[in-house]
């Protein structure tokens, strides 16, 4: 029952679960109760998400921008909820996404590592 690591708004893969969004906003024209129908997300996990001044780092200094992510990561809240997601990874079919084309260049990779370095079964 791994983590799958998806883009957000991509069709539903079978057995993947419930849809964890950690993006920072909601996708934009898109109505809250639409989200889990239109493959956005089940729940929105904004914890997860790399801080606003992170995103815009991100496109300049992509090594930079990973180094942030995991340092605000590191917080307790992120790190507890980091824990919790691993846990459940033993137990539990879902998935985590964001919107980003490239997953590459998008903090799902680096949440990918965390992940991992928590414990957690990853597809």
């Not at 997860?48 to 307790?76: C, D, H, I, T």
């Amino acid at each position: 029952m791994p983590i799958r690591i998806i883009r957000l708004g991509s069709p539903r893969a079978a057995r993947e679960g419930l849809r964890l969004g950690t993006v920072r906003r909601p996708p934009r024209g898109v109505r809250k109760d639409d989200c889990a129908r239109l493959n956005y997300y089940d729940l929105w996990l904004p914890d997860l998400a790399p801080s606003a001044r992170l995103v815009a780092q991100a496109q300049k200094n992509w090594e930079g921008f990973a180094k942030a992510y995991r340092r605000e990561m590191k917080a307790p809240a992120a790190d507890r909820l980091l824990g919790l997601l691993a846990a459940m990874s033993q137990h539990q079919d879902f998935s985590v996404g964001c919107y980003c084309e490239d997953e590459a260049r998008c903090h799902r990779s680096v949440l990918r590592e965390l992940l991992s370095e928590h414990g957690a079964r990853l597809a």
